[in-house]
T-cell receptor, first 113, second 114 residues
């Protein structure tokens, strides 16, 4: 058990809709990262938060947004969904330090129909 | 910009043999960390091993070792005495000290044959 909790595990929705993915980091970790993994693809970095502040941004679409709350949980909001947004979305948390590994949640499988 | 390259999309290896998964990276930051993760068919991401850019020794964790060649910017994962349970996707990743984001390669799918 990584200690990172992601909800929901599965989400099926229609094109044009909006969804919210939720992540609770491992106790003590201040950094939260979001990744998108499409079928048989690597992990695309979306965005990182550190202690409530946006720290780094990757290839995140303008239709997507995220935030980290004072209790350190994070939410990823996906709007105006398209078929191509269907993917596995991972949240991961990390401690400080170059050698701190990412601890991943089990992911949210999003299917857009 | 960070870049991670894994040139082997798929590999087939006989059980009990050693296997090397290739990873090259590109960075101008002198301080960085390299990670390897395993993703079984069940989908979870499992951290395997870490190597820091200033580490003098190659990292080892049980059957996993990292063949770190800094001048060549390569960080190959070596799995000794492979087992059927090693069949999975393997990802190489890098974090630079100046930019905390962690970038992943496209992965190598490893199949262990009985």
């Amino acid at each position: 058990d990584s200690g990172v909790t992601q909800t929901p595990k599965h989400l099926i929705t229609a094109t044009g809709q909006r969804v919210t993915l939720r992540c609770s980091p491992r106790s003590g970790d201040l950094s939260v990262y979001w990744y998108q993994q499409s079928l048989d693809q690597g992990l695309q970095f979306l965005i990182q938060y550190y202690n409530g502040e946006e720290r780094a941004k990757g290839n995140i679409l303008e239709r997507f947004s995220a935030q980290q709350f004072p209790d350190l949980h994070s939410e990823l909001n996906l709007s105006s969904l398209e078929l191509g947004d269907s993917a596995l979305y991972f949240c991961a948390s990390s401690g400080t330090g170059l050698n701190s590994p990412l601890h991943f949640g089990n992911g949210t499988r999003l299917t857009v129909t | 910009a960070q870049k991670i390259t894994q040139t082997q999309p798929g590999m087939f290896v006989q059980e009990k043999e050693a296997v090397t998964l290739d990873c090259t990276y590109d960075t101008s930051d002198p301080s960085y960390g390299l990670f390897w993760y395993k993703q079984p068919s069940s989908g979870e991401m499992i951290f395997l091993i870490y190597q820091g850019s200033y580490d003098q020794q190659n990292a080892t964790e049980g059957r996993y070792s990292l063949n770190f060649q800094k001048a060549r910017k390569s960080a190959n994962l070596v799995i000794s005495a492979s087992q059927l349970g090693d069949s999975a996707m393997y990802f190489c990743a890098m974090r630079e000290v100046r930019d905390d984001k962690i970038i992943f390669g496209k992965g190598t799918r490893l199949h262990i044959l009985p």
